[in-house]
């Protein structure tokens, strides 16, 4: 959250005071185009991480089956492991976006805690452009990878013998949301001129 005060470009007098907005009011004050793809991104990382949590529940469930069909009953499944273990993968893999989304990752903040608001941002940007350029070519490495997979017909090694594109296809995916959001978090940086803004708060399950 941050104050505002907003000033007509005409008569120089104030229309906006003491107000507090959010990171998408302040990109709307700056650009309505910019605006409108950061909701669209807050509402993509949404479901996104919504999706994560659902299949991290199932693979809960599949456990649980599991468990009970093997000391209950003495008869282990063969498909359990295989499946809960792509469940994963894809819950692991598209819930970090939500995470920079609402800054939930750990911050060592010591050093930049004392430098100038200015060289803060500067820092930011560059801290960002390299989770950015390292999130672009693993996302790119994955599609190739993906790719590749699909072309040869691949199979996983488990019985169920699932297309390996499938899961496989959870690190492209993954990367490129949190890519997306990365490339969200420099724009509102550079435009806003002030790092406090950037503190995205929309995206709430």
Request: hydrophobic share 50%; charged share 15%; aromatic share 8%.
């Amino acid at each position: 959250m941050w104050r505002a005060r907003l000033l007509s470009m005409t008569d120089h007098e104030p229309l906006i005071k003491d107000i507090h907005v959010s990171e998408t009011a302040a990109i709307k004050a700056i650009n309505p185009l910019l605006r409108r793809l950061d909701s669209g991104l807050v509402q993509l990382v949404t479901w996104a991480a919504r999706l994560g949590g659902l299949m991290l529940l199932m693979v809960g469930l599949f456990v649980l089956y599991e468990v009970v069909c093997r000391y209950v009953f003495q008869s282990p499944t063969l498909w359990v492991m295989g499946l809960h273990s792509y469940f994963v993968m894809w819950a692991v893999l598209s819930t970090p976006p939500y995470t920079v989304r609402t800054r939930g990752h750990v911050l060592v903040d010591v050093v930049i805690n004392k430098i100038s608001p200015a060289n803060r941002r500067i820092v930011q940007i560059l801290i960002h452009l390299i989770i950015l350029a390292f999130s672009l070519t693993i996302t790119a490495a994955g599609v190739h990878s993906c790719v590749r997979a699909y072309q040869m017909k691949e199979l996983t090694l488990s019985a169920l013998y699932i297309p390996l594109y499938f899961p496989m296809s959870s690190i492209p995916v993954g990367f490129a949301l949190m890519a997306l959001e990365e490339l969200g978090t420099i724009c509102c940086l550079i435009l806003s001129g002030n790092s406090d803004i950037c503190h995205k708060e929309e995206a709430l399950l």
